[in-house]
């Protein structure tokens, strides 16, 4: 980041990539998907999207979200949904270089 022409370490930006809401969605329920636990003795084969006690507004406002009905891969945009588009906008920028760890399911 900089400010004032001069750099500060520690931020970097990273334009979100809005340009195909489905296909971001799709990507979201895929790693969704991919969160829950594996069959015994199975290996996680796909990076997975997990939610944790620090994201109470994620965790608020996935459960009530809905699709659209003219569009049902997409979200209604009449909902809530500014936390699930930054969550959508992270996977967006991350599916392009994930790679996935080796962990066994719990």
Sequence with gaps: VRVDGKP?????????????????????RGWLKAALPPPPGKLREAPGLYAFRTCP???RTLPGAIRDEKHPEDLDTDYEDHILD?????????????????????
């Design 8 to 28: 500060y370490p520690g931020v970097h930006w990273v334009k979100a990539d809005k340009t195909n809401r489905i296909i971001g969605w799709q990507q979201v």
């Design 57 to 59: 507004q994620y965790k």
């Design 86 to 106: 930054v969550v959508r906008y992270r996977i967006r920028a991350t599916g392009r270089g994930a790679r996935p760890g080796l962990r066994r399911g719990a």
